[in-house]
């Protein structure tokens, strides 16, 4: 998944003197400590160690410490991090205690799949409403949620306080749609659509394209068939996986 960032975060330009100033690598791997944080709390674990807890989070050890003595926490000596402390200190910087309501436009095969996936839910987002340009797909429900002409965005977003839209159009759709965000004052953009968005300063953009990530998996065969040939063979082709490094 990659970014786009226009402007500054109006929490870092003083209205929230006390919110740190994360590096973006960071933030990236916060997620990945509260899924695994979650699963440790479901399992009923109240401690965790720096160990146990980057092996869960599929981290190295260092960084995590490093990561989360951002958010001025160091764990105890001998006892580890308490789970429950460490959850809601991430919920609290990642702002999931408000469970924002997005939107998704476009709800063809993709849009389809997001709009039906519970565990936006389970992870803080509220789909609050379903768009499309389609006639023939308006009106359908999908999750409990009727499917609306995108004509009928600004009402939606007015009432809603809609804070981020997701956009599964078409490439050649995308911009408008996201134009059509940003002037009803949506402003954080999931883009799945394989195009670069332009948008105002103050929007956020994260763009999400598996073609991407298999092509980068592409790579690391063609890397370790290419290490294979050599002298020395397969212990030089060694696996890696990278959470937002
Ligand atoms: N990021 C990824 O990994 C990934 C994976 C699969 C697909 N995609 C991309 O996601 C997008 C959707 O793919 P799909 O297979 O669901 O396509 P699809 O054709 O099944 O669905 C697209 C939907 O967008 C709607 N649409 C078109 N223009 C619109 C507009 N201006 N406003 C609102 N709705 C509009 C269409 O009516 C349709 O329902 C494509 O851009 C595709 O390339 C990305």
Redo the contacts with the bound molecule.
Sequence with gaps: MSQQRHGSTPGNAGAVPAFPDLPEATIARLPEYLRALHHLAETGADTISSEGLAAAAGVNSAKLRKDLSHLGSYGTRGVGYDVALLVDQIEYILGLDQRRAVCL???????HALAGYAGFASRGFRIVAL????PA?VGEQINGLTVRH?DELPRVAAAEALAIGVI????N??Q??ADGLVAAGVTSILN???CVLSVPPGVDVRK????IELQILSFHEHRKASLTALPGGRENAGGQEAVGS
């Design positions: 436009v476009g709800v063809g095969n993709l849009g768009f499309d340009a389609d797909r995108f599964a159009t078409p490439a759709a995308a408008a749609v799945f659509a394989p999400v394209d598996l073609a």
